[in-house]
Every structure is written in structure tokens, then in C-alpha cells.
């Protein structure tokens, strides 16, 4: 669980048609990286066709660690810079890139994996332990997820409804 503690989610801008590229690169390099798209009918070459599209062009999301070298990224043949605000890269919530794949994957015309993703907080919604917040560790089919609560101060496990967690507004 610390692993995921210690990486973030960052932006990472492109240079103008080339977010595949850049993603396929930082893939290359070893991080995890995350390229919305989506599927759009298009003329090519006088025929219909359907292609692949950045949802977001110039922009590809990469999972790093916090002490990672950003000259490796900014480096990096397609990417332009790491989108930071008063020279910091900024990190972006879990919650929101994880959002961005189910709906990428709505629009794609694929089921999403899962509602809940390992390591993303949760608040408990439903039966005695209603409004404790939790963390998931696991994802039991479409229908249950394993979290990790804090019971008087002891870590337990609990396996749950989907229906009774929702994503943690914090």
C-alpha cells in the first residue's frame, strides 16, 4: 500500500499530434502512463473509417513516483513540458484520472473494469460501519470490494457491496 502512496498522477503536455507518441515513450521508459481516447468515424482517404482520438490532444497523464527526475520526462521525444503552477508539477486526484477511464471506456464501447481501483479511498455509505472511511485493496468481481479499515486502531479487512462505498470527496 505504500507504493501507491508514494506515486501521483501529473500532466504532461505534448507537443501538437504527438500524445501518442510521447505516451509510447514514457511506456517505453517504464511508467504508467494514461492517454484518453476515444473511437470517431472519419473520412480517410475518400473511405469511411473509424479512428482512434486523443480525447484531450496535447496531454497524456504519468503515474510517477514523488523523487522521480523530471528532466527524464521533460526529456522525453513528444512531450513539451509537465503542466505545474508556480514552477511545481501539479498532481493530479486519483479519483479524477480514474473517472476519466471508466468514461473513456463508456465511450469506447467497453464495460470498465472496475468501479474501484486498489489503493483509492472510499466512504462506507451503507450498514454499521455507514460514514467510516476506508481504503480498497481489492476488487471481488463487479459486485464486492475489499477494504482496509481502521477499527480501533487496528487495520481490518471487510469485504463489501459496491452499492454500500462511494469515492471519498477529499
Given at each position: ?9 501529473y ?5 501538437p ?13 517504464g ?14 482517404a475518400?473511405?469511411a473509417?473509424?479512428?482512434?482520438e ?11 513516483h514523488d ?9 522525453t521525444?513528444g512531450v ?10 501539479c498532481?493530479?486526484?486519483d479519483v ?8 473513456c ?11 474501484y481501483?486498489p489503493?483509492e ?8 460501519f ?5 481504503v480498497?485493496?481489492?476488487?471481488k468481481?463487479d ?15 471487510l ?6 462505498v ?5
Amino acid at each position: 500500500m505504500t507504493d501507491q502512496q508514494d506515486h501521483a498522477w501529473y500532466l504532461v503536455q505534448c507537443k501538437p499530434r504527438d500524445s501518442f507518441r510521447a505516451a509510447m515513450h514514457l511506456q517505453n521508459q517504464g511508467y504508467s502512463t494514461f492517454h484518453p481516447t476515444h473511437l470517431v468515424r472519419k473520412r480517410v482517404a475518400g473511405k469511411a473509417s473509424i479512428v482512434t482520438e486523443a480525447l484531450f490532444p496535447h496531454y497524456v497523464f504519468v503515474r510517477l513516483h514523488d523523487d522521480v527526475n523530471w528532466s527524464s520526462i521533460r526529456s522525453t521525444r513528444g512531450v513539451t513540458k509537465v503542466v505545474s503552477f508556480n514552477g511545481w508539477p501539479c498532481k493530479v486526484e486519483d479519483v479524477i484520472v480514474h473517472g476519466l477511464r471508466y468514461q473513456c471506456a463508456l465511450l469506447n464501447g467497453e464495460v470498465p473494469d472496475t468501479l474501484y481501483m486498489p489503493g483509492e479511498k472510499v466512504t462506507i455509505v451503507d450498514g454499521c460501519f455507514k460514514d467510516l472511511q476506508a481504503v480498497v485493496t481489492a476488487n471481488k468481481g463487479d459486485e464486492r470490494v475489499v477494504l482496509l479499515l481502521n477499527l480501533l486502531n487496528r487495520p481490518q479487512l471487510l469485504e463489501m457491496s459496491v452499492d454500500a462505498v462511494s469515492a471519498c470527496a477529499d
